[in-house]
């Protein structure tokens, strides 16, 4: 968390993220992990960047995306310094994703486990996913499932036979 709000911080000045010497963080920190950081303000969403799969560091990911978040979200304009002392940082690590077999729509919302999943779907070109936390404003799976194929640019009644799904779990932890 503190490697995080000072990447922020840095990125308010020098406008790119805090350079992380790895070698000086516990060894934990140093192993490859994907990471969600989120930022809210005032109770209400003010970015969220991450990766799905690992390929660096730990606290390089939260680094890069704590001012990711802060900064090229495309949903929101770059963070202000007046903003800071209203933010709230979340971080979450992921685990692997895994495939979800299934038969069809009704046999994929039987297996999600609400509170606990995170979810990624793709087809054709389009993917998108939910982190578990989003099972707090979205609670059932029929709701899950048809933002998520909203987010993901398909219609909320699509479906095909080579759409996929993979879950993952999250450990999360915030200010």
Request: hydrophobic fraction near 40%.
């Amino acid at each position: 968390l503190e490697t995080a709000c000072t990447s922020i911080k840095h990125g308010l000045t020098d406008h790119s993220p805090l350079k992380i010497k790895e070698e000086e963080f516990d060894r934990l920190l140093q192993n490859h992990a994907a990471t969600f950081v989120t930022l809210h303000k005032e109770g209400l969403l003010r970015g969220c960047i991450g990766t799905l799969e690992a390929y660096q560091a730990l606290i390089t990911d939260v680094s890069e995306h704590a001012y990711a978040a802060a900064f090229k979200d495309p949903r929101f304009p770059p963070l202000e310094l007046n903003e800071l002392a209203h933010l709230h940082i979340e971080i979450s690590v992921l685990s692997p994703m895994s495939a979800i077999s299934f038969t069809d729509e009704a046999d994929l919302l039987k297996k999600l486990q609400p509170r606990m999943d995170g979810l990624t779907i793709e087809d054709h070109g389009h993917k998108a996913t939910f982190l578990p936390q989003v099972w707090e404003s979205l609670s059932t799976p029929e709701e899950f499932l048809t933002q998520l194929k909203l987010k993901a640019g398909l219609t909320s009644s699509y479906w095909s036979s080579d759409f996929k799904a993979y879950r993952y779990s999250v450990t999360s932890f915030e200010e």
